[in-house]
DNA sequence: GTGGTCTAGACCACT
DNA sequence: GTGGTCTAGACCACC
């Protein structure tokens, strides 16, 4: 994994963790690698990733069972509205920061399409 | 102005300069308020402001001349490339960060208005 | 170290950061010393320290990683290149002197053996 | 004229005035433009030009008449002085620059060659 | 008046 | 312990 110096690591870790929750990846209820080992995949430090699942246990995407590990959350719910509102952040982020430049709605839809680098140019 | 916790106060400002110069309410070649004048509208302390020029300066959205301030480039074209630059980005975020929650470019530009807080549903 | 008063302290301090790098003095990836201590043994204050690794990293002579300190940069290409550029620059502002006090380049080769200090004049 | 930001406007005309009087282009005992006409040449303020020919004046470079004006001094010698001077100096930056990267005088003077813009690499 | 530099000292986030 | 940011207040050079 690349790391994007800008933003802390354990935010990075995070949101990885996050998508493989949301995208079916690591299914509810599913246990979690250890610090230790995921400390070595993601090449950090085991206080890092301490860190990261301490910050999915208060966001209730994770709980700990002492001496087992630590777990994603069973409830669909809370994982369905997740992935809602991460969905809700980016279409906020991108409409705002589109209004920030001067376009509307309609026009950032356009920006969509004009600036979508896999886009063939006729479609 | 409201600052956000999360991002250093000298990048809120240069964002909001740039949006002052790319969506024309600063034309090129104006003279930017003077360091002191900044800083006391924004609230910040002068030093703040000052780093903001000099990042800008570093970025050729703006040059300095001694002893008679900060003023926008002349250079229409950079303007316009960075409008684009920054236009580029905000739909490179949003379709990346659609792709980690699993949607490609189509569902991407649906959950534009699925989310929209002030789309018309029938629109 | 001495300042010179005309020439802000960073940058010379910047210059002496590269030149070690340059003559090898600092290897490619190695850490560099952290802002307290270099401020302490250059006695300046650590903000200018930290600009000074602020702007190095700019030049992309060096990276930093969060928490853990600054280091060169493994690019040895970089490395050799800034030298290069030291080097080019030194000639280009010699030649560039003398040029404007009337000497062509054979002239400037020739002001080297009259004006070297330590030039023995048999040589 | 093209100014450099980085060294201040003053001493880059007093530059460009000592350059015309070692080369010959302005005569010992010449009087310099006045004030008003130098700014409007140079197209700086007339406060700057104030303060270059005072500066000249320091160094003994000029003096000036009540009323006359500004001239070049008569003293040959110090002209001629004040060339050695200058390409002494010139020599002095550059092997002291050559020397902070590494090169002792001889490497220094094969600097010359091959960086110089303009030499044939043949050659 | 303008921006540029520097110090002192504080607080914060990350490893 | 690491660097990053911010404030306060000072001094300087330039125009």
Redesign the pocket.
């Known amino acids: 994994m690349e790391?994007n110096t800008a933003?802390?690591?354990?935010?990075q870790v995070m949101d990885a963790i996050k998508r493989d929750i949301v995208t079916g990846r690591i299914k509810p209820g599913e246990k979690l690698k250890s610090v230790r080992s995921l400390a070595v995949e993601y090449t950090?430090?085991p206080?890092?990733v301490s860190?990261v699942y301490q910050e999915l246990e208060n966001e209730q995407v994770c709980f700990t069972r002492r001496g087992m590990g630590t777990f994603v959350t069973e409830d669909t719910g809370r994982i369905a509205q997740m992935k809602d509102d991460m969905a809700r952040n980016l279409v906020h982020d991108f409409l705002d920061g589109a209004a920030q430049l001067g376009f509307d709605r309609n026009e950032a839809a356009q920006l969509l399409k004009r600036y979508d680098p896999a886009a063939d140019v006729t479609s």
Chains 1, 2, 3, 4 share one sequence.
């Open positions: 790391y933003t802390p690591i354990y935010l950090i430090n206080n890092t860190r």
